[in-house]
């Protein structure tokens, strides 16, 4: 039991840093543990005052370790759980990488929610359990299924609203998530392409809110979505080939900004026209968007029979 870190004076126990990192009396004890002191040896030490009467100091240094782990996945340092967490009979071995993994953690970068994470990652344990009893284990999942209708968590066995309303300031403060998510749920459920009439568009990719939708007072329109829009302007022509021909490049420019850009028609930007017309001359992936001529009820249509020449891809940008 060399090298055991020095007693601390009392009331220095308990602080942790604002990211919920251990305190230094946490770390101590949890170091004394690793250097060969029994759990009990160990609290009395460093974590006297803390201790609440009953309380089980292996329990006590069991939370140390799974706060360090938890901060580890926060931070998406697999290898860092990996070092933290072992069996217990296996301290010993594993003293001197532990004390490089709690070294590590300090340095790290402030933990980023990413939309694949785990919801237990950044929600209480309460609020995790009842998501996971709805199949509900993503903070992807969690954004593109609940939160955004009303009294969501009225569905949730176990979810209160207070718990609910935790959950939503979580995602107020990172707006990206939810913007991550619809971009998930488009390219996670919308594997092959429909036509139009077909395609089953979520209510935030239909335009009905579009980022440069002009206001209804302003509209001579009685179109309350993209689709709806277009066939307005689809039905100012009275000849039926240019119907088609407007049609065809319509549903195309839809079907992508939908499905490959994750965007409503009426939100896209000068951007998503260079990258349109980039996809125009080779769409990718070729078995979600190329195919021979087919009706428009069959599974294998698709809107291109190949990539389109530098003169058609002007006319259909036209």
Request: proline share 7%; with cysteine; glycine share 6%.
């Amino acid at each position: 039991m060399k090298n055991l870190p020095m007693s601390l004076p009392s009331g220095l126990g308990k602080e942790e840093r604002p990211d919920g990192f251990p305190g230094e009396a946490e770390l101590a004890a949890l170091r004394g543990w690793y250097a060969g002191l029994s759990s009990r040896d160990s609290v009395a030490r460093y974590l006297e005052t803390q201790k609440v009467p009953g309380e089980s100091t292996r329990g006590m240094i069991g939370s140390i370790r799974r706060q360090l782990i938890s901060i580890a996945r926060q931070r998406h340092r697999a290898d860092l759980v990996a070092l933290l967490d072992h069996p217990v009979n296996e301290r010993a071995q594993h003293a001197r990488t532990v004390a490089h993994a709690i070294e590590a953690l300090r340095v790290a970068p402030e933990p980023v929610p990413r939309i694949t994470d785990d919801v237990s990652l950044w929600l209480s344990v309460r609020a995790a359990n009842a998501l996971y009893a709805k199949d509900i284990k993503t903070l992807a999942q969690l954004t593109v299924r609940v939160p955004r209708r009303r009294r969501w968590w009225t569905v949730v066995p176990g979810m209160g609203a207070q718990g609910a309303r935790q959950i939503e300031a979580f995602f107020a403060a990172h707006p990206q998530l939810t913007e991550r998510a619809r971009e998930l749920m488009v390219s996670e459920t919308v594997q092959t392409v429909f036509p139009w009439e077909r395609l089953q568009v979520p209510e935030e990719l239909n335009g009905t809110q579009g980022t440069f939708r002009g206001p209804p007072s302003g509209c001579t329109l009685g179109a309350d979505n993209d689709y709806e829009a277009v066939q307005a302007w689809l039905a100012l022509h009275e000849s039926s080939a240019t119907k088609r021909a407007y049609r065809k490049e319509a549903e195309r420019l839809i079907l992508w900004a939908v499905v490959e850009r994750g965007r409503a028609l009426s939100s896209l930007t000068t951007e998503d026209a260079t990258a349109y017309r980039g996809f125009l001359r080779n769409p990718t992936p070729r078995s979600r968007w190329v195919g021979p001529p087919q009706t428009r009820f069959s599974a294998e249509w698709r809107p291109f029979a190949a990539g389109l020449s530098p003169r058609s891809t002007a006319y259909a940008l036209r």
